[in-house]
């Protein structure tokens, strides 16, 4: 998956252009206390075709660092935590 090489401090969020789900999740995530000190990435998943394989209509999805889902459809604040 070409998504950059892990940080421990970034978030990545996967969606696609206007969709409605995915911007949802983005302000949920960004209104949890426990985001302040992490850095979002977003990532279009049609833009990369492993990324459209993997994940395709499952969007959006929530990627900790190592690339591992945390949550997706709709933010899940326990998951993230």
């Given at each position: 998956m070409?998504?950059?090489?892990?940080?421990?401090?970034?978030?990545?969020?996967?969606?696609?252009?206007?969709?409605?789900?995915?911007?949802?999740?983005?302000?949920?995530?960004?209104?949890?206390?426990?985001?302040?000190?992490?850095?979002?990435?977003?990532?279009?998943?049609?833009?990369?075709?492993?990324?459209?394989?993997?994940?395709?209509?499952?969007?959006?999805?929530?990627?900790?660092?190592?690339?591992d889902?945390?949550?997706?459809?709709?933010?899940?604040?326990?998951?993230?935590?």
């Amino acid at each position: 998956m070409a998504v950059g090489q892990p940080a421990e401090n970034c978030i990545r969020l996967l969606g696609r252009a206007e969709c409605e789900l995915c911007e949802l999740m983005e302000i949920a995530l960004i209104s949890h206390e426990q985001f302040r000190d992490l850095r979002l990435e977003h990532l279009d998943v049609d833009s990369d075709k492993d990324l459209l394989r993997r994940f395709g209509l499952r969007v959006p999805v929530l990627l900790d660092c190592w690339n591992d889902v945390i949550c997706e459809g709709q933010f899940d604040a326990p998951a993230f935590e």
